[in-house]
């Protein structure tokens, strides 16, 4: 058995009244922080009779809560005029406020409804009336919880609702002559109102953060496409550049036996244009194979260009698609990039047809007028809605690995819609580099 003696009364006491403090600041935690928004409430709403609508509520409360509740008081409850004026403006007035800071506002009434349950004990016709909240408090009690449950968070609106059942508790325990139970039936109707109202905020907030975040996903499907053909255009040109630096690094090296009488200089430059060549072509067979890491077979065969756009119109004709090619491309050479990326063009474009209009008439042309490389790729309307067709490859981006193909060789893409249901396609690429900048001096 313990020796230590029993508390003494006033250390009960004590303990009682600090556990009381701790349970009391633990319930206004919440009431004290601010709120996360000052923001009116429904000012985000699209319509303006919407963003109006909870201050015609607010002001419709008042006007008509506000003279009911000052007659009530002095000719109900007997209550001094000027008190009765004061409780009444304070109950009511801050309605208003509760647009923008439901918090605020319900500090204010909370303590003014308290002020008024006390005012009215020594009220002279209180016995046999509503006590401690009056009739017109329960209703302004009530519009203000809707507000407030719209705005705060979970853990606010249940110290709300506690804060309220215990004021209606201490006032019954003070005076069960004059109580009638309707803190009882505040406590209920407060419950219900939060309840609901807060699952009307949790579910706005839920839709919002929903579409944010379908917002950012869609953003980041875009980024990543674009980088995955920047990856692919990247894999192609591969093949195109390190066909010059091969052919660099071949001169280079036979320079000193195709040409008598290099002087030692001369060859020893020779070397180290080799050399570098090399050097380089190595570097870029690295970086291909971390571009090929995810690659496929079909990325090793060699690059195609124009002289394969027939067979992409006929693998078009067979996918059931009454493809036509007019072609007249430039008497020089074409640019390896510009041939490449114009087939690629042609093969989206007809991709997107087959997928998109199955069945549509399509025109493709490629003419030239010896500065610029054209590329025009006309379908008409689908001849019946039917199930996409995905029987026809493309390289897996469309419009945006166009727009890049092109951007890359300095070139211009018009893309779009035609009144008859059909879509468009015209590419221009520059059959010779752009000029750089000019030199400002």
Do not use: C
């Amino acid at each position: 058995m313990s020796d230590t003696p029993p508390p003494h009364p006033p250390d009960l006491r004590r303990r009682a009244l600090h556990t009381a403090r701790r349970g009391w600041g633990f319930l206004t935690a919440d009431l004290r922080a601010p709120s996360a928004s000052t923001a009116p409430l429904l000012g985000t709403a699209r319509r303006q009779w919407l963003r109006a609508l909870p201050y015609v509520v607010a002001f419709a409360g008042v006007a008509a809560l506000l003279p009911v509740t000052i007659n009530v008081l002095t000719n109900g409850y007997g209550l001094n005029g000027a008190l009765a004026g004061a409780l009444a403006t304070a109950q009511t007035a801050p309605l208003l406020l509760a647009v923008t800071r439901p918090l605020k506002a319900w500090w204010i009434i909370y303590t003014a409804d308290v002020l008024g349950a006390v005012a009215l004990m020594g009220a002279d016709r209180t016995e046999g009336l509503a006590w401690p909240w009056t009739p017109m408090v329960v209703v302004g009690y009530l519009l203000l919880m809707a507000f407030v449950g719209l705005r705060e968070p979970r853990r606010t609106l249940a110290a709300v609702w506690l804060a309220t059942g215990v004021a209606g508790l201490v006032f019954e325990l003070i005076s069960q002559t004059l109580s009638d139970g309707v803190h009882v039936l505040l406590f209920v109707l407060t419950g219900v109102v939060l309840v609901v109202t807060g699952a009307l905020r949790e579910r706005g907030d839920a839709q919002r953060r929903l579409v944010a975040q379908e917002t950012i996903s869609e953003a980041e499907r875009a980024r990543r496409t674009l980088l995955e053909e920047r990856t692919r255009i990247a894999r192609e040109l591969h093949d195109v550049v390190a066909h010059h630096m091969s052919v660099i690094t071949v001169q280079a090296d036979s320079a000193p036996y195709r040409i008598e009488g290099l002087p030692p200089a001369a060859q020893e430059e020779f070397a180290a244009i080799a050399a570098g060549a090399r050097e380089s072509l190595n570097e870029m067979r690295r970086l291909l194979t971390v571009l090929r890491s995810e690659g496929t077979e079909g990325e090793l065969a060699p690059q195609p260009g124009l002289s394969r756009v027939q067979q992409l119109v006929e693998a078009a004709v067979r996918a059931g698609v009454p493809a036509e090619l007019t072609m007249s491309p430039p008497a020089g050479a074409v640019p390896q990039s510009v041939d490449l990326s114009a087939y690629r063009i042609v093969q989206e474009a007809l991709s997107n047809v087959v997928r998109h209009a199955p069945g549509a008439s399509t025109r493709v042309s490629i003419t030239s007028d010896g500065a610029q490389l054209m590329v025009l790729v006309v379908n008409g309307p689908a001849e019946e809605r039917a199930a996409p067709l995905e029987s026809h490859p493309g390289t897996g981006h469309g419009l945006v690995g166009m727009r890049e193909r092109v951007r890359l060789t300095g070139g211009r893409l018009d893309t779009g819609p035609l009144p008859d249901g059909g879509f468009t396609v015209a590419a221009q690429l520059p059959l010779t580099p752009p000029a750089g900048p000019k030199d400002p001096s």
